[in-house]
């Protein structure tokens, strides 16, 4: 048997969520219109770090969490039952490795990751890719911040750039990142596990890209700007349209100055340069 945990809350948190969530002993996670659903076999899971996640993310998103117990089942068949492959801006196919390829692209990511956070299916991720498509790649040093599945920092080695370092606070995200680089062919990318401040970054860089969610984009912006070469490019998404005013007063303070901005449906992009 497996015990399941279905969590509603705002699409915003759930990536956060699950990184905690997965702390307390849960180790598969599957999105849902309301939140997503965590798994893990048996009941060995830690019920009082639960109960203080939920206490601790209650005042910035509504939660439910719900408990039951369903049979084994095998999570990667359910997964590809449901998965569709995306496209974006008629440029770019994200596909799973199962896919049948109707017709090429300029651009191909193949991702068949273990959470389906990072899949190109969230509008944020959408976004970012369209974004990156308009940027200039070629030859640049890219910082993928929060990569999950890495697939921003496949997009930016597919686009030429000739250094990708990426991290993320979860070891799935370590694992799967790597999986997907070397399914995509792209030898140039490293993965670290941490926070910005945890691991090794040497040097600056010439693109940072970061899709996680606006209070970490407000906490973190001054160390992106530091890690930002004269005149590079910050691509930020993880929030909503409303908000891209406090973003952009937030940046200013470090010299960074709006280039554009793309929405879908509720959801924003936003690309800075360093002045």
């Not at 990511?109 to 498509?133: C, D, E, N, R, Y």
Request: aromatic share 10%; hydrophobic share 40%.
């Amino acid at each position: 048997m497996y015990s399941r945990l279905q969590v509603t809350c705002n699409s915003e948190y759930s990536e956060i969520l699950m990184a905690e969530i997965a702390e307390a002993g849960f180790d598969t996670f599957m999105e849902t219109e309301t939140g997503f659903e965590a798994y893990t076999e048996g009941n060995a899971f830690d019920k009082q770090l639960l109960q203080e996640i939920k206490e601790k993310y209650a005042h910035v998103s509504p939660l439910v969490f719900q408990f039951d117990e369903i049979e084994k089942q095998n999570w990667n068949e359910e997964w590809e039952k449901n998965v569709e492959p995306i496209i974006v801006d008629d440029k770019c196919l994200v596909r799973a490795a199962f896919h049948k390829i109707e017709r090429t692209y300029p651009y191909e990511i193949i991702v068949t990751p273990k959470m389906s956070f990072g899949t190109g299916h969230h509008q944020t991720t959408h976004l970012m890719l369209s974004a990156q498509m308009k940027m200039d790649h070629r030859g640049k040093r890219v910082m993928d911040a929060g990569c999950g599945t890495a697939i921003l920092s496949v997009m930016a080695s597919k686009l030429g750039a000739t250094e990708v370092e990426a991290f993320d606070i979860d070891e799935w995200s370590v694992e799967n990142g790597n999986e997907n680089a070397t399914n995509n062919n792209c030898t140039n990318i490293h993965i670290q596990l941490g926070k910005i401040n945890e691991v090794n970054l040497n040097g600056t860089f010439d693109i940072i890209l970061a899709n996680i969610n606006k209070n970490i984009l407000l906490a973190e912006m001054q160390q992106y700007s530091t890690f930002l070469k004269p005149g590079g490019e910050l691509l930020l998404s993880g929030f909503y349209v409303k908000d891209i005013p406090d973003l952009k007063a937030e940046a200013a303070k470090y010299t960074l100055q709006e280039v554009f901005h793309q929405e879908r449906e509720t959801w924003a992009c936003l690309l800075l340069k360093m002045q």
